[in-house]
Each structure stands twice: as structure tokens, then as C-alpha cells.
């Protein structure tokens, strides 16, 4: 029961962060409660069957970024919004170390890929902004550089996920969702990730090609 309820919060973790605009808008803390569930659960685990959270390379690159946020935030002690910035940022990292802890033990990781893909999928009907007069999509994010950061970071997922039959059908589609979202936002710095995501794509498609080909003799 206990693993089924860390693969539920976890995959709703991944799923509600591109669309935490729209759960703001229902409630200011509302974007918080799956995550501080899945949090809680995951504490109670570890404490029930008394192990530590498995070491992971991930931790180190966490471990520096923590750095170099304290040190930003100690250079710019004075101006009024980095508290605010660093406390933001906290909990993004303790997320980050369970998502991490339960991917290794708990849930697979195409599950969580995919669950990050189709909050990506649904943010980008941000669409419909530009349909209703908006001249950038912005959908469930004020900021339509964010909403291109979310919609392209989840591209590259599509590659890891099961791809048989009509399924490649689907996720071709869903890719091209977000490309055309990632586009509505007319983010430059969206559009310059948008050409590496879709050039390693295509790299490594050709190198899947020539792993599989093989001369007749």
C-alpha cells in the first residue's frame, strides 16, 4: 500500500509542476500539497523500513547547486526579493532528492517521464491564450519564457518512453504538441533549447539506426 501511494504522489508530483499556474489559481497554497504528501510519505517510509535514501550522482550536482544559491543569496542579501527566491527554491530540491529516492526503489522511471510529458502536454494548451488575443502563449505560467522551459525539457522524454505500434503514432503527436506550444511562446531562449532538443533527436535516432542496421553478407 505504501509503495502504491509513493508511485501515486510521485508521478502527481512530476504531472502538476507545469501546470501549477492553473492550481494557483484555485488556491495560493493549493501547488503544494501533493508535493508536501509525497514528502511526508516518503519520510514515513524511510523511517518504517529504516534505511537512508539510496546515494545517487544526482545528489552532488544538488549539492552544488545548493551552493551556489546560498552564495547568490548571501552576495545579494539586500535586495527584497531574494529570500523569497531561496525559500522558493528549497523545496524544488528536497523534490528533487525523494523523486530521485523513489525512481531508484519504488517507481519506474518511464512512469515518471511519463506523467512529466502529460503535464507538459496540458500546459501547453496555453495555446489557446494566443487563440483568445494574447500575443504569446502563456497558459498556466504569467511568464511565457517558463512555459517553453516546460514544454521543451519534456521533448527529449518522449525518447525514453514505450514506442510500438500506434504508440509512436501518439507520441509523435504529442511531440508535436509541444513544439507548437514551445513556439507560441516566440521565447528566443526557448527557441535556441527547441533547436538542441530536436537536433539530439535526430541524433540519436541516426544512432539507433546504425546500432540496428546491419550489412547482408
Known amino acids: 500500500m505504501l509503495t502504491v501511494l509513493l508511485r501515486v504522489l510521485a508521478c502527481?508530483?512530476?504531472?502538476?509542476?507545469?501546470?501549477?499556474?492553473y492550481l494557483l489559481q484555485v488556491h495560493g497554497q493549493s501547488a503544494k500539497v501533493v508535493p508536501a504528501a509525497l514528502i511526508g510519505v516518503w519520510l514515513f517510509s524511510l523511517v518504517l523500513r529504516r534505511r537512508l535514501p539510496a546515494p545517487h550522482p544526482l545528489h552532488l550536482l544538488l549539492a552544488l547547486l545548493a551552493?551556489?544559491?546560498?552564495?547568490?543569496?548571501?552576495?545579494?542579501?539586500?535586495?527584497?526579493?531574494?529570500?523569497?527566491?531561496?525559500?522558493?527554491?528549497?523545496?524544488?530540491?528536497?523534490?528533487?532528492?525523494?523523486?530521485?529516492?523513489?525512481?531508484?526503489?519504488?517507481?519506474p522511471v518511464w512512469a515518471l517521464l511519463a506523467a512529466a510529458v502529460t503535464g507538459a502536454?496540458?500546459?501547453?494548451?496555453?495555446?489557446?491564450?494566443?487563440?483568445?488575443?494574447?500575443?504569446?502563449?502563456?497558459?498556466?505560467?504569467?511568464?511565457?519564457?517558463?512555459?517553453?522551459?516546460?514544454l521543451v525539457a519534456a521533448l527529449p522524454l518522449l525518447v525514453a518512453l514505450p514506442a510500438r505500434g500506434r504508440a509512436r503514432i501518439v507520441l509523435f503527436l504529442l511531440g508535436a504538441v509541444l513544439v507548437a506550444?514551445?513556439?507560441?511562446?516566440?521565447?528566443?531562449?526557448?527557441?535556441?533549447?527547441?533547436?538542441?532538443?530536436?537536433?539530439?533527436?535526430?541524433?540519436?535516432?541516426?544512432?539507433?539506426?546504425?546500432?540496428s542496421w546491419s550489412p547482408r553478407p
Do not use: M
Open 121 to 150: 502536454v496540458v500546459a501547453a494548451g496555453g495555446l489557446l491564450s494566443v487563440v483568445g488575443g494574447e500575443l504569446r502563449a502563456t497558459g498556466p505560467l504569467e511568464d511565457p519564457n517558463d512555459l517553453a522551459f516546460f
Open 181 to 211: 506550444g514551445a513556439l507560441a511562446t516566440f521565447s528566443r531562449g526557448g527557441g535556441l533549447a527547441l533547436a538542441c532538443a530536436l537536433a539530439w533527436l535526430i541524433a540519436r535516432r541516426r544512432c539507433r539506426c546504425g546500432r
Open 67 to 107: 551552493v551556489v544559491l546560498l552564495a547568490t543569496s548571501a552576495v545579494h542579501a539586500a535586495e527584497p526579493f531574494t529570500f523569497e527566491y531561496l525559500v522558493r527554491w528549497a523545496p524544488f530540491l528536497v523534490v528533487t532528492v525523494v523523486l530521485a529516492d523513489v525512481a531508484a526503489r519504488e517507481v
Open 12 to 21: 502527481a508530483t512530476a504531472a502538476l509542476a507545469p501546470v501549477e499556474g
